[in-house]
């Protein structure tokens, strides 16, 4: 029998029988796998082993759990093709906390079904159906999903450019998909179906309304009750809600799907943030730029954006088609290439808060955290290769320090790599992504394998940020990319005068501007810290004779800086506090005629008290200010 050598995790080697299950090796080597990768490439369990580098990964790994999670959503789709005849299916991805699937069914679904769908996928379960990937032709595909009569998926397969696509059966059931999956429906233990939603099919308005079923699932019960306890204190820092109640932001369905209106709190918010930043990238020798919103279509053809269906909105000016921009990489590209350069230059950084617009699909917004027109702390660095490992160090802790600023102190590191759509050869690839993984590894910074997860033109590092729920969300991203100088032409004069290519770097520090703006209202619960709170202080006067004293302690505020608002009402001063705390306003002031007499003022803050003299409490308030401590409301 032939063998075959094979390379494990931590240099481990084995010779192993040719063709072998992996799930045979996995059972000995890592007892909890639920999906494998062979030589980088993702597969499933049941896979026969080949020669090269072998990796598993579990439920606690990002390409586990999207295994394992988008198998519940084929177990879910069986059963509700079983429990409801007719059925057509739409799609049913694993996503970033669980599954969904879009059905076209011959009755409305509503929550009422959703128990009963579950007790059918525990049945199909018990039947521990194997999931048996198969590669069929492209042709033989639409035959047999037009036999089916699941006209979605024979759309899906028309936009397939492929003389071959892979299927997984699980009994009777059948679905176009490329996995990996579980080896079998027994697999999936703990599920809980969460809400039925309507979901236009691709995102089209004019396209059918599917139902869309939304679930999770986890192998054990404890796990699953310990997530519905996260998402119920998640639901209560919801930043839709919070946002509403603050006066934060808003939406306007009839200006459009996805385009957050910042409201006055919200923007005192959003520009002490931005300042912040601003003054963070000067620090570190970043020049800031600004780019236009729109430029020419060719631009957009030559930067690879329109090729690879970047979402785009386009418009027509002048007989000229134009793209809006999806992304702020371009226009730095062009101000690097309006002039010669020199290897004296280098590095060059340009930081810009750019504004970008995508055409998420309808289906999936999500108040701030998923929206059409949003704006990126965006850099791009242009650096020589000798320079490359540095400048990749520089941002790692560049954005490390950032989250620390804003309380995010536990997070996960991915590489992230060459998605199926990409531009540039294997050699430009591999130049990358081996810049990425020594920067990381040289510096003792864990990371997992994201495979396939790289943008288009270049490999990269994704940061994980973890709230305060517990829940991880896409942060900061790192990319290397020898695609776009290559597209663009971009040179510098090295030492021996003779012109060279540099490297570029695309870099966020946070995220997406506006989702992570709807990440620190959940995290924070909307109790933002001192420094970044809408109204840092409320002055409330005990009685109409406090008045003139609590107008001076306005004013003295309002002089050094700080955000306060006077209430002045009627209303009784337990009611005005508690007002001012349902508001998540930091500092409540109650002055009266014993802090007019003696000039001091009482200060309010996470049900505690004390009175101090107004000039401790302004210049007490000014340093917790400038330093950017988070404060009790956020460390409680």
Same mark, same amino acid.
């Given at each position: 029998m032939e063998k075959v050598l094979i390379h494990y995790q931590n240099g481990v080697e084995r010779l192993v029988e040719a063709g072998l299950p992996i799930l045979a090796l996995a059972e000995e080597l890592c007892p909890d796998a639920l999906a494998a990768s062979l030589n980088g490439r993702? @597969?499933?369990?049941?896979?026969?082993?080949?020669?090269?580098?072998?990796?598993?990964?579990?439920?606690?790994?990002?390409?586990?759990?999207? $295994?394992?999670? %988008?198998?519940?959503? %084929?177990?879910?789709?069986?059963?509700?093709?079983?429990? /409801?005849?007719?059925?057509?299916?739409?799609?049913?991805?694993?996503?970033?906390?669980?599954?969904?699937?879009?059905?076209?069914?011959?009755?409305p679904l509503s929550h009422y079904h959703l128990e009963k769908i579950e007790q059918r996928m525990a049945e199909i379960a018990a039947r521990a159906l194997p999931l048996v990937r198969e590669e069929i032709s492209h042709q033989e &595909?639409?035959?047999?999903?037009?036999?089916?009569?699941?006209?979605?998926?024979?759309?899906?397969?028309?936009?397939?450019?492929?003389?071959?696509?892979?299927?997984?059966?699980?009994?009777?059931?059948?679905?176009? @998909? $490329?996995?990996?999956?579980?080896?079998?429906?027994?697999?999936?233990?703990?599920? =809980?179906?969460?809400?039925?939603?309507?979901?236009?099919?691709?995102?089209?308005?004019?396209?059918?309304?599917?139902?869309?079923?939304?679930?999770?699932?986890?192998?054990? +019960?404890?796990?699953?009750?310990? %997530?519905? &306890?996260?998402?119920?204190?998640?639901? =209560?820092?919801?930043?839709?809600?919070?946002?509403?109640?603050?006066?934060?932001?808003?939406?306007?369905?009839?200006?459009?799907?996805?385009?957050?209106?910042?409201l006055p709190n919200g923007t005192v918010v959003r520009q002490a943030i931005e300042r912040f930043l601003i003054d963070e990238h000067r620090k570190r020798g970043y020049q800031v730029v600004w780019t236009p919103h729109i430029y020419k279509t060719e631009i957009w053809q030559r930067s690879g954006h329109r090729e690879k269906g970047y979402g785009m909105f386009f418009t027509e000016v002048d007989g000229h088609e134009y793209g809006i921009k999806p992304m702020n990489c371009p226009g730095h590209i062009l101000i690097y290439a309006s002039q010669p350069r020199s290897y004296r230059d280098l590095p060059i950084r340009y930081f810009e808060l750019?504004?970008?617009?995508?055409? *998420?699909?309808?289906?999936?917004?999500?108040?701030?955290?998923?929206?059409?027109?949003? $704006? +990126?702390?965006?850099?791009?660095? /242009? @650096?020589?290769?000798?320079?490359?490992?540095? *400048?990749?160090?520089?941002?790692?802790?560049?954005?490390?320090?950032?989250?620390?600023?804003?309380?995010?102190?536990? %997070?996960? /590191?991915?590489?992230? $790599?060459?998605?199926? +759509?990409?531009?540039?050869?294997?050699?430009?690839?591999?130049?990358?992504?081996?810049?990425?993984?020594?920067?990381?590894?040289?510096?003792?910074?864990?990371?997992?394998?994201d495979p396939g997860a790289g943008v288009f033109y270049g490999p990269k590092i994704d940061v994980h940020l973890q709230d305060a729920v517990g829940r991880y969300w896409q942060g900061p991203t790192i990319q290397v990319d020898f695609n776009l100088p290559e597209r663009f032409d971009l040179t510098y004069i090295d030492s021996d005068n003779r012109p060279k290519r540099p490297v570029m770097v695309h870099r966020v520090v946070l995220a997406g501007f506006d989702r992570f703006f709807g990440l620190l209202i959940e995290h924070y619960a909307g109790h933002f810290p001192l420094w970044l709170a809408p109204v840092q202080v409320k002055v409330l006067p005990v009685s109409e004779r406090a008045h003139e004293y609590a107008e001076k302690v306005q004013q003295a505020l309002a002089e050094a800086g700080i955000r306060s608002q006077l209430d002045e009402s009627s209303e009784t001063v337990s009611y005005r506090v508690r007002a001012s705390e349902m508001e998540r306003v930091p500092l409540i002031v109650v002055v009266g005629p014993r802090e007019a007499e003696k000039g001091t003022v009482t200060v309010r803050r996470c049900g505690k008290q004390q009175t101090l003299p107004l000039s401790e409490f302004l210049q007490a308030t000014l340093e917790e200010i400038m330093s950017k401590r988070l404060g009790p409301e956020v460390e409680q």
């Open positions: 993702v @597969c499933d369990l049941t896979a026969p082993v080949a020669a090269g580098e072998l990796r598993f990964y579990t439920f606690e790994d990002r390409v586990g759990r999207a $295994t394992y999670w %988008h198998t519940a959503s %084929h177990v879910m789709a069986q059963a509700v093709q079983e429990l /409801f005849p007719g059925t057509k299916l739409g799609i049913g991805p694993a996503v970033e906390e669980g599954f969904y699937y879009d059905f076209d069914t011959p009755k &595909a639409v035959r047999l999903f037009t036999e089916r009569d699941e006209p979605y998926k024979v759309e899906l397969l028309q936009g397939i450019d492929a003389p071959r696509v892979s299927i997984y059966r699980q009994g009777d059931f059948v679905d176009l @998909c $490329t996995g990996p999956h579980l080896p079998n429906t027994s697999w999936v233990k703990a599920v =809980k179906l969460q809400q039925v939603a309507g979901a236009y099919w691709r995102g089209d308005e004019k396209r059918p309304m599917l139902q869309r079923i939304y679930g999770i699932a986890f192998p054990t +019960q404890e796990q699953l009750d310990e %997530h519905l &306890a996260r998402l119920e204190e998640a639901a =209560k820092r919801d930043h839709r809600r919070i946002g509403k109640e603050m006066g934060l932001f808003a939406f306007f369905p009839e200006a459009g799907l996805g385009l957050p209106f910042y750019g504004t970008v617009y995508r055409a *998420e699909q309808a289906g999936v917004a999500q108040g701030l955290l998923r929206v059409r027109g949003f $704006t +990126q702390d965006d850099a791009h660095i /242009f @650096c020589t290769p000798e320079q490359l490992d540095e *400048e990749i160090a520089g941002v790692i802790q560049f954005a490390t320090d950032m989250l620390g600023v804003f309380g995010f102190r536990n %997070h996960k /590191f991915y590489l992230s $790599t060459r998605p199926e +759509q990409s531009l540039g050869d294997d050699e430009i690839w591999e130049r990358a992504t081996n810049a990425l993984v020594q920067a990381m590894e040289k510096r003792g910074v864990p990371y997992e394998v």
